[in-house]
């Protein structure tokens, strides 16, 4: 794990300034990177499950879903014995009858459907973002203990904003596992410095 410290910018051109402050300080151009980070809320892979990332397993069926699912299947059948019945009182070739079937099918599993959800308490889920990162182009410095520091008070000088610390994997110059979902650490020292 490598020690990583970085601020938040508002424009790239700031952060592109910084980074410059970085590099005439000694600092490597392949220990900073700087790259976009999205508002609160784009970060999802999913519009509904943000930890779409980890592999899900699907729930044991309950009994409100086996009475879905049998609602529904119900419903299926029974439309589709209504549309062959329909169909073959007016005595109507095959395909009519097969078309039929398939028609009375999808509408019966619609009313199945219907008929099970209206019978239900209706769930209402919100999709809550907890994300406290803000958005902006992020500067990103690979530090050792004793620059850290430094780094953080030339990102600061520079318009710097939220200057935190964090440890992940820094491979060919970039922060490889930034995930913009957790919450950044502030770099308390520099805090404490500038009180």
Request: glycine residues 8%; aromatic residues 6%; negative net charge.
């Amino acid at each position: 794990m490598s020690l990583i410290v970085a601020g938040r910018f508002t424009t790239f051109p700031a952060a592109e300034d910084a980074a410059q402050t970085l590099f005439d300080h000694g600092f490597l151009g392949e220990d900073v990177t700087l790259f976009f980070v999205n508002p609160r809320g784009q970060h999802a892979r999913h519009p509904l499950d943000e930890h779409a990332a980890t592999p899900t397993i699907s729930p044991a069926p309950t009994p409100a879903m086996r009475r879905h699912h049998h609602a529904v299947t119900i419903g299926a059948v029974a439309g589709a014995v209504i549309g062959v019945a329909v169909f073959a009182a007016f005595a109507a070739s095959v395909p009519a009858v097969v078309i039929a079937a398939g028609v009375g099918a999808y509408l019966g599993l619609l009313v199945g459907k219907m008929t099970h959800t209206r019978n239900q308490p209706h769930e209402h889920h919100d999709v809550v973002h907890r994300e406290m990162r803000n958005s902006g182009v992020l500067v990103a410095v690979h530090v050792s203990p004793e620059n850290q520091i430094e780094a953080a008070r030339l990102l600061r000088e520079a318009g710097g904003a939220d200057i935190e610390r964090a440890t992940g994997h820094w491979q060919r110059g970039k922060w490889a596992d930034f995930d913009p979902r957790q919450t950044p650490v502030p770099l308390g020292e520099l805090n404490q410095q500038q009180a």
